[in-house]
Structure formats: C-alpha cells, structure tokens
C-alpha cells in the first residue's frame, strides 16, 4: 500500500500515543520505510521499547493535554531534524462507559482533553512547523475511529471526541490550503490491540440490542500501513477519509 515511488529526501514525522497499539505500529513502519520518526506519549519505558536501537528514532516524553510538553516535543524536533512533513495525531483514550446520564463530569472532561484539545495541541505546533519551513507544507493524519460514523452503546464520551476529530481535520484540511498543508483522518474498525479488550470486541462486544457478540478483528500492522499510505501521497494528493475495518465487523447495518 505504500508509494512505488517513495521520496528520497529525509522525511520527519512526529507519532503521537507511540508508546502502544496503533502508534506503536505506525511509528515502527515509519521508521522501516525511511522516516525520521519521533515517538511521543507518556510512558518513556514503552516509548523506548517501540524505538529499540533504531538510528532514526527520538523518544520524547510528552502529555499531549499539556501545552508545555507539545511545544517541547515540536522543538525538540525542530532542533533535532529542522522540520515536521508528517503529524500522525493519534494519542486518545476510551473514556469512560455509560449513557450520558450516567457518566462523571469529570470522565467527560478527561476524555475531551486528551481526545479533543491535545489533538488540537498537536495540530496546532505542527501547522506552526509548517507554515514557517521551507519547503512549507507538510501532512496531518488524524486518527478518528469507527465511532465518529456509528456509536457503540455506552460510548457517548468517546463518539463525541471522535466527531469533534472530523471537525478538526476539516478545518485544518480547508485552512491549510495555501501553505501546503494537507489534513486527513483514517477511521479504523476493531483492530487488534489493547483497546479492543478495554470494550470486549473478542470475547463479546456489546450491541444496539443489549446482546454480547464476539467481532472480527484484524492486524494491526495491516492498519499501519493504511496510515502509511495517507502519508507517502505525494503533495499533489490528499486523502480526506479513508475507512479500514476488520472484514464482516457489524459497522454496515451496525445493530
């Protein structure tokens, strides 16, 4: 799924929640294809883990609900490598599980900050890196979810964050336009890493009927090359949207 063509300049690429599952995976291939990839999130030990021995990795500590800690990270890079061609903003949580009347204010506030403002954080050093570059211009890829299409029950934190990660994108994506800067989001169904055992999708997910059904999952370094597709598009191209789903997962007629 990657360009025939890849670029042969050194690329820069910052993987945001790289500590684990999607962001693990991703910065992995990154790093596999050429990029000089950065590893941001707030376990140093799995940050660590996720880089090995790798020439081209930089592990930054970083809590992406801090503005301190995001402007650290995008300078730290800035100084290590001199720019930013690729945000991968993928760091989240689930959140807490409830109806809206049953939910803390305080679970909801938690799950907005990491989900929605420190994705917002991150976009925003990353835009400033790009406009000011030379060459300008650079690729935003936001990881959304499933949810921002079709709700699970008892998700209401969760789906609202991901619905606001589509606002997002669309804002950068139109606001971008003329200093290059490219926005989009991949939505990914049911693959396999911790947060599919946070909601039971192997030993039974909960359905719009009350009932408890084990879902298909597939790998996630399949889902990995997906968002390495987005970002090796040349800047000509942008992908806006781009769905993966595990094959026969009940998204289509969820319910």
């Not at 030379?134 to 936001?142: A, S, V």
């Not at 990881?143 to 804002?171: C, D, E, F, Q, W």
């Not at 055992?197 to 030993?203: E, K, L, Q, R």
Request: aromatic share 4%; net charge negative; charged share 20%.
């Amino acid at each position: 799924m990657t360009d025939s063509n890849p670029p042969t300049d050194p690329r820069v690429a910052v993987v945001t929640g790289a500590g684990s599952g999607i962001g693990r995976a991703v910065a992995k291939l990154m790093l596999a294809d050429g990029y000089m990839v950065a590893l941001a999130g707030r376990r140093e030990a799995q940050l660590l883990e996720t880089a090995g021995d790798h020439p081209n990795a930089l592990v930054v500590q970083c809590d992406v609900t801090a503005p301190d800690d995001v402007a650290r990270l995008f300078a730290e890079v800035r100084r290590r490598w001199g720019r930013v061609d690729v945000l991968f903003n993928n760091a989240g949580i689930f959140g807490p599980a409830g109806d809206v009347g049953e939910i803390s204010v305080d679970d909801w506030n938690a799950t907005m900050q990491v989900n929605v403002t420190g994705s917002m954080l991150c976009a925003a050093e990353a835009v400033r890196t790009m406009k000011a570059q030379e060459p300008q211009g650079g690729r935003i890829i936001n990881n959304g979810s499933i949810s921002a299409h079709s709700p699970r029950p008892r998700s209401v934190a969760y789906t609202v964050t991901k619905h606001a990660m589509t606002g997002l994108t669309k804002s950068i994506e139109l606001d971008g336009r003329e200093f290059g800067i490219t926005c989009g989001q991949i939505d990914i169904g049911n693959t396999r890493t911790e947060i599919m055992d946070t909601i039971g999708v192997g030993s039974g997910a909960l359905q719009a009927d009350g009932s408890r059904k084990v879902e298909p999952m597939f790998p996630v370094d399949d889902a990995a090359r997906a968002v390495l597709m987005m970002a090796n598009m040349p800047a000509s191209a942008s992908v806006g949207s781009l769905v993966v789903t595990a094959a026969g997962m009940p998204f289509v007629g969820r319910g």
